[in-house]
């Protein structure tokens, strides 16, 4: 087989403490997996359960580059946001295996042009263009299971500029991750390489080009991504 031309590159995230590299699938992402972002988003949590989006896998930004503010919005928020890193998948897993399929997790960022998710949400119309943008989903250095086990609570949150913006704790999230795993792989088939950002808690907001972003998830680490 010869390609036309030269195959784009294999997008990868690096693994603390590790020369090898996670090769990249698809980029899950749950939406109003915390009830007090639900809230602040104009939402009841009791009413709406999560849902799930998708973004591109190139869109991943690895810490160490900027984040580049994008064209085309005037407001740009920050999602801070565990990621769950599958080794395996498979369709209709079931809750009680899911965990098995777990590689890792690191700390990610869910940057979203809210302007535009907003005039895609009042048209009734898909979110890529608020979403699934190049660089929208910065991710630090994955963090394998086999070290840190499977994180269900602790501290997540985010400071820009050194003030805090965004605090909640895993065992608020409304889909747990052996929950979410099993519902995507009975709507798509997960593979080795597949991403999920698993919602953001309460406090989103707007960045502007020479913040500085701070993430962390207790348990996984810290992720740092200057806007330029
Ligand atoms: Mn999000």
């Known amino acids: 087989m010869q390609f036309i031309f030269p195959p784009q590159e294999q997008t ?25 972002h639900a809230i602040e988003m104009g939402h009841d949590p009791n009413k709406e359960p999560p849902f ?27 999602e801070i946001e565990m990621a769950v890193a599958l080794k395996s998948g498979g369709n209709n897993i079931a809750v009680a295996d899911a965990l098995d399929c777990v590689f890792g997790y690191s700390v990610s960022l869910d940057m979203t042009r809210r302007d535009l998710q907003a005039q895609m949400k009042k048209a009734g119309r898909p979110w890529e263009i608020g979403k699934a ?11 394998p ?27 608020q999230l409304l889909w747990k991750i052996p929950e979410m795993i099993s519902y995507l792989s009975d709507l798509f088939t997960l593979k080795a390489g597949d991403v999920i ?11 502007q080009r020479g913040d500085k972003m701070h993430g962390h998830v207790a348990g996984v680490g810290d992720l740092r991504v200057d806007v330029i």
């Open 12 to 36: 990868v995230l690096p693994i603390r403490g590790s020369d090898e590299v996670f090769p990249v699938n698809r980029v899950y992402c749950v939406g109003r997996n915390y009830a007090a």
């Open 145 to 171: 299971a086999s070290e840190i086990g499977h994180p269900d609570s602790g501290a997540v949150w985010l400071k820009i500029n050194g003030e805090m913006r965004q605090e909640g704790d895993l065992n």
């Open 52 to 78: 799930f989006f998708q973004k591109n896998p190139d869109n991943l930004l690895v810490e160490g580059e900027g984040f580049p503010y994008p064209a085309m919005t005037q407001d740009v928020h920050h």
């Open 197 to 207: 950002l698993t919602g953001t808690p309460s406090g989103v907001g707007p960045v």
């Open 133 to 143: 943008f190049e660089h929208s989903a910065p991710c630090g250095a994955l963090v």
